[in-house]
């Protein structure tokens, strides 16, 4: 339940990074021990963005009424992930995400193209 996500409850907190494209089959090895490149399976996320200097736990249950008020059955309400863009000594125009995870297949890129071009066979 993300209302038990509160300064008292165990949080996970991650620091990520995109690998480009070109170095994604041979990555550069990591200079310190305790950083790793993992792979990550696709994941589909409801998004919500928000300026700022959030309180992610709040702005997460804020989201998931406005999920859940819209009819939304397909979510994951069981975490929450959060994204802040900016660097902490940017004041203004800042860039934060809440998300939660869609349930339901990730279709391929040739998979939505596939259904889109049957969406406008059929309009």
Request: glycine share 6%; aromatic share 12%; charged share 35%.
């Amino acid at each position: 339940d993300v209302g038990d996500q509160t300064e008292s409850a165990a949080m996970k907190r991650e620091m990520a990074f995109f690998i480009p494209t070109e170095f994604q089959e041979s990555p550069p090895d990591p200079a310190e021990a305790d950083v790793r490149i993992m792979a990550r399976e696709p994941l589909l996320v409801y998004s919500k963005m928000m300026g700022g200097f959030p309180d992610f736990p709040k702005e997460a249950e804020k989201f998931r009424a406005e999920l859940e008020q819209g009819g939304h059955t397909d979510v994951d309400f069981s975490m929450f992930y959060s994204a802040g863009y900016d660097s902490p000594f940017k004041w203004l125009n800042r860039r934060n995400e809440v998300m939660f995870k869609k349930i339901g297949e990730i279709k391929s890129d040739n998979e939505v193209k596939s259904d889109i071009e049957v969406k406008s066979d059929t309009e």
